[in-house]
């Protein structure tokens, strides 16, 4: 006798509690973390510099009963300025899919995510590109001609890393805080002899980024590992990460914006006020949606407005070739 079968009792349909998208976590992403946010009131302006010996120079002196003081002062150098770049990205959805979508989508939701990792992405590989590479800060060093390079039986991280600390140190009487490695570079470090010896027997061996920030006696300990795709649209799919595999950064990087306290960098962010008020968006973002008659569809919209900036070179030591692929 017949029975209905297969497709006769189901149609299949896209599941409403289950999709799947490829994009990075937000902790991937570190950029803002090392060169810390100042809010500013302005798109642009100048900020004021110290000249650093005036504030090491011993000048103090005794004093006799009723003779002045030993006096001085300090200048300042040429201000620093900053400028806010416009970030913007945008995704048009047609109104005929937005009212014909079936209740699993969202269109313009997964258009504000979209949109969203656009912007971060943007701002990542620019930080990547401009700040963790050779030549920029105080002092680079090379694997291999500095120091011995880092591998699971080779190389010393923790009395490499107080070598370092002192660099800075020396030069500007501050000791970093920030370690900023990428993804590569943390796998060589947690399994180095001298790492996994110190702490073979805390947590059933596994070794943090937290453990690892106390061994080097830093408070922040930052691997960065965000991807990017390489390719074109329409070519082979290629991921690779932002920052350089072999490389990492040792750097001070102010808990918070400070009148007489430098920063390796700082992210200086415009937050623009809205509908002609003095206060601007929270979010590090705008996310705007409207309608557009002549495309009969709806924009979303996403802006930034930041200046990523060196502001103390010498507030940070930058490692290249930390490893040989040897050692990886």
Known sequence: MPQPTGSDLHIDTYLSNLGVAYMNEPSAYIADRVFPVVPVNHRSDLYPIYQKDYWFRDEAKKRAPLTESAGGGFELEDPG???????????????????NQDDVFDLEDDATSYVTEKIRLRREREWGANYFLSGVWGNSLVGGTDFTQWGAN????ITDMEDWKTLIHQATGLMPNTFVVSRRVHQIVKNNDEIVERYKYTKGGVITAEILASIFEIDRYIVGSALYAANSEGLTEDLDYILDEYSALLVYAAPRPSRRRPSGGYTFRWRRPRNG??????????????????IDGVRVEGNMYEDMQLIAADCGVFIGSIFSDDES
């Open 81 to 99: 300025t900053y400028y806010c770049h416009k970030w913007s990205f945008h995704q048009d959805l047609d109104d005929d899919d937005i009212a």
């Open 154 to 157: 080779t190389g010393n991280p």
């Open 277 to 294: 008020g003095k206060t601007g968006a929270r979010l590090p973002y705008t996310i705007k949606k409207w309608h557009i008659d002549e």
